[in-house]
Structures are given as C-alpha cells and as structure tokens.
C-alpha cells in the first residue's frame, strides 16, 4: 500500500497565526482527502484534494479558514488559517491507490493556545 | 453522512474471539462494507472489506447477512494490541469516482487481559 509522510507530526501554535500541513506519498495516487478529528471524535472529511484545481469541500468547511493545494499526484498540503483554540485537532491526510485502496497518515496533532 | 451504526463500546477477554457488530440497512446493491481500525493516536488502519460474501483475511472474518443490511467484524483472538476504535463504513469501491469515506462514531473495543 502507499506510504504517507505528514509533517508535522504535532505542533503547538498561537490563536490568530495559521499553520500548513503536508502531506506526502510514495506514489502517484488517484485521490486525495483531508479530515478533521476533534478530541474524542470520530473522523470528519474536510474536502478532497484535486490535482490541478481547487479542491471540493465537505458541508461545514470553507475554502478562506482550510486552503488546500495539490500541484501533483504525490502531494497536497492542507493550510489552517486564523487558527482559534476549537481548530485543536488531530488533521490526517488519505490517498486511494489504484491498486491498495485507502491509506490513513499518521496525522498532525495540533493545539492552538 | 455516515451510514452505519455500531455499538459505542465492548470488551473481549484476551485470546477469546471478538465479535463486532454494524447495521448498514440503507446499504445499496453497490456499495461495499469497509472496516477500519484506530488505535490511540495513530491514523486509521484498513482491516478487511467485502460485498456479499463472506471474507477472511491474516487480520480479521467479515461476515455480511444475505439481505446485507448488517455484519460482524471477527478477531478470532484477541490480543491486548487489538484494543482499538473499529470504524464500519459503506462506499463504492472504485477508487477513481471520489467516493470519500465517511466515519461514523465507531466501536471502542478494549481487550482485557
């Protein structure tokens, strides 16, 4: 299956300031997700990365608070913006392959103070 | 939106076999059941998927009703490593429709020695 690198592993950030997320894989991949888990909750998607043009988000998530990029098949980044204490989360970034199904990064554990 | 239901919590003695349970009643002729696994603060892990049939595989049996509307994730023998939050999920397969995953609440197992 494909391998995801997703840095940072954690951070700890200031309300006000935002903070960029990347995702990197292995291998060309067809898609690319990025979801949102709040302090014991189950996953939440937040959009999906289209390679090429501006990705499609889920109800609830606008482009000015998560912009999200995907130059190529291998990257995305996920970019959270004016962060506020209730953006404290765990952010994991998913890819399908055509020939391994769905991979889950290790995730970016953010606090904001 | 997530389409299934599971029990919040159970417990499962170590080295007896773990029976999880989910109700997907609006399930679709195409959609398959997925099962995921994620243990505390790591991203989630593929465990085994399957349409109509029953399936097995080094991890884990997935036993789907005739009429599809529920079935059981097994771990024929516990270990203490298994406790974890097992997610149930219904989607198309194919991976190049972007047919995302949606998580439900999942089942917290905690395997007792």
């Known amino acids: 299956s494909a391998v995801i690198s997703q840095k940072p592993s954690r951070d700890i950030c200031q309300r006000g300031t935002s903070l960029t997320i990347q995702c990197?894989?292995?291998?060309?991949?067809?898609?690319?997700?990025?979801?949102?888990q709040q302090p014991g909750q189950s996953l939440t998607l937040i959009a999906t990365a289209n390679q090429g043009s501006e990705a499609t988000y889920e109800s609830g998530f606008v482009i000015d608070k998560f912009p999200i990029s995907r130059p190529n098949l291998t990257f995305s980044t996920l970019t959270v913006s004016n962060m506020s204490?209730?953006?404290?989360?765990?952010?994991?970034?998913?890819?399908?392959?055509?020939?391994?199904g769905y991979t889950f990064g290790s995730g970016t554990r953010l606090t904001v103070v | 939106d997530a389409k299934t239901t599971q029990p919040p919590s159970m417990d499962c003695a170590e080295g007896?076999?773990?029976?999880?349970?989910?109700?997907?009643?609006?399930?679709?002729?195409?959609?398959?059941?997925?099962w995921y696994r994620q243990i505390h603060s790591q991203g989630p892990q593929y465990i085994i998927?399957?349409?109509?049939?029953?399936?097995?595989?080094?991890?884990?049996?997935l036993i789907i009703t005739e009429d599809r509307k529920s079935s059981t994730l097994i771990l024929p023998h516990a270990t203490?490593?298994?406790?974890a939050v097992?997610?149930?999920?219904?989607?198309?397969?194919?991976?190049?429709?972007?047919n995302q995953f949606y998580f439900g609440t999942g089942t917290s197992l905690t395997v007792i020695p």
């Not at chain 2, 097992?86 to 972007?98: E, F």
Request: proline content about 3%.
């Open chain 2, 80 to 83: 203490l490593r298994d406790t």
């Open chain 2, 16 to 34: 007896r076999a773990a029976n999880l349970p989910c109700n997907h009643s609006t399930i679709s002729g195409n959609e398959y059941v997925y």
């Open chain 1, 24 to 36: 990197q894989v292995d291998s060309q991949v067809t898609m690319m997700f990025w979801y949102r």
């Open chain 2, 86 to 98: 097992y997610y149930c999920i219904v989607r198309l397969s194919h991976a190049n429709t972007g």
């Open chain 1, 85 to 100: 204490p209730e953006d404290s989360s765990i952010y994991l970034c998913s890819v399908v392959a055509m020939d391994s």
């Open chain 2, 49 to 61: 998927h399957g349409l109509k049939n029953n399936e097995t595989n080094e991890m884990a049996s």
